[in-house]
């Protein structure tokens, strides 16, 4: 595709309800980035991917949050028993994994937990 | 750890006047700097990058920004500011020994008033 894309672009959900994020990246790019933003904060960094395998999941708040990109290409974000604070709009990036190669963001999933 | 610090949460500045966004950030090894845009309701859109080599890069939208090693900055800048220029401003650094997580400021909103 042309960029990034996420789906769906508005969630809301109840507290303690399972969620799945999903992230096309552009094609042929190696590496996918999981970002959260809270309002008025910058993007803070969950997870990322080179290929199939997560080579940084430092980002992870705690272990309701899991995700995975098992072909390499889509990544879908996992949040296991939501909670209100996890309300927040979610972004995904892919670049072509090279250092100094800038990442291109999706338009973000708000995700609302009542 | 990297960090990037963007001191001011909002700048104001006149139709035609020229405008400095600021960004100073912390890496121990070499930094790839990069700024990027985010409109209401829209994705982060990458404005430039600095890699190596001149120190002032140019951008899109006439965006440019200098990158000083000594003072360990990388400020954002527009010699004539536009109306549409107003909008939410995010500087992030990679360091080049740490992998490829990119860390973001917390953004700066740039008013431009007619």
């Known amino acids: 595709g042309a960029g990034v894309s996420q789906t769906p672009s508005n969630k809301v959900t109840e507290k303690g309800k399972y969620v799945e994020l999903r992230c096309d990246p552009i094609?042929?790019?190696?590496?996918l980035y999981w970002y959260r933003q809270s309002l008025g904060q910058g993007p803070e960094f969950l997870i990322y991917?080179?290929?199939?395998?997560?080579?940084?999941d430092s980002g992870l708040p705690n272990d309701r949050f899991f995700a995975v990109r098992p072909e390499g290409s889509v990544s879908t974000l996992k949040i296991q028993r939501t909670e209100r604070g996890d309300s927040a709009v979610y972004l995904c990036?892919?670049?072509?994994?090279?250092?100094?190669?800038?990442?291109?963001f999706g338009q973000g999933t708000r995700l609302t937990v009542v | 750890a990297q960090s990037v610090a963007q001191p001011e949460d909002q700048v104001n500045v006149a139709e035609g006047n020229p405008l400095t966004v600021k960004c100073t950030y912390s890496?121990?090894?070499?930094?790839?700097l990069f700024w990027y845009v985010q409109y209401p309701n829209r994705g982060l859109q990458f404005l430039l990058k600095?890699?190596?080599?001149?120190?002032l890069v140019k951008g899109s939208y006439g965006f440019e920004a200098e990158f000083n090693k000594s003072q360990t900055s990388f400020h954002l800048k527009k010699p004539s500011a536009l109306v549409s220029d107003s909008a939410l401003y995010f500087c992030?650094?990679?360091?080049?020994?740490?992998?490829?997580?990119?860390?973001f400021g917390g953004g700066t909103r740039l008013m431009v008033k007619p």
């Open positions: 990036a892919s670049s072509h994994g090279q250092g100094t190669t800038e990442a291109f």
């Open positions: 094609s042929g790019h190696t590496a």
């Open positions: 991917f080179q290929g199939t395998g997560a080579a940084d």
């Open positions: 890496v121990s090894g070499n930094p790839y």
């Open positions: 600095y890699i190596t080599g001149d120190n």
């Open positions: 992030a650094v990679r360091d080049n020994n740490a992998g490829n997580m990119l860390t």
